[in-house]
């Protein structure tokens, strides 16, 4: 009876964890698969408190995808219909949206922006998708 009230228990953990999140990953109308909005998002909301919380933050410059964490490797670049930045505070990487977002869109970004602020995120390249 205790295994059961434990399975039980881990479930409910799991299936609440699963539905706070803000986020989901889908097909993206962009660029392969993307990360989206499970709930309405106000403008300068938090999105991910730190997209880079993994190693050392002063060796992002060498190589930053082992630090980045998996949804921050989806978030798909958009020239001038973008809806979310990033900013550094308090030695964290907070993405954030920079309008209000409705649930179920995609979470993009402006990789110039990005590039000008933070110089190890890459600029975008001629061949990605105008929007």
């Known amino acids: 009876?205790?295994?059961?009230?434990?399975?039980?228990?881990?479930?409910?953990?799991?299936?609440?964890n699963y539905f706070d999140n803000k986020t989901y990953i889908k097909e993206?109308?962009?660029?392969?698969?993307?990360?989206?909005?499970?709930?309405?998002?106000k403008k300068n909301e938090t999105i991910i408190?730190?997209?880079?919380?993994?190693?050392?933050?002063?060796d992002l410059l060498n190589d930053f995808t082992h630090d980045i964490i998996h949804e921050g490797k989806l978030i798909n670049h958009c020239s001038k219909n973008f809806n979310c930045d990033m900013e550094?505070?308090?030695?964290?990487?907070?993405?954030?949206?920079?309008?209000?977002i409705k649930s179920g869109s995609?979470?993009?970004?402006?990789?110039?922006?990005?590039?000008?602020?933070?110089?190890?995120?890459a600029p975008s390249k001629p061949h990605y998708k105008k929007c």
């Open 106 to 121: 995609e979470i993009i970004t402006n990789y110039d922006i990005l590039q000008k602020k933070f110089s190890f995120v």
């Open 88 to 100: 550094l505070i308090n030695d964290k990487y907070r993405l954030f949206a920079t309008k209000d």
């Open 28 to 41: 993206s109308q962009i660029n392969g698969r993307g990360l989206f909005t499970n709930v309405d998002l």
């Open 49 to 58: 408190s730190d997209v880079f919380p993994y190693g050392n933050k002063k």
């Open 1 to 16: 009876m205790c295994i059961y009230l434990f399975l039980l228990l881990i479930l409910i953990l799991i299936i609440a």
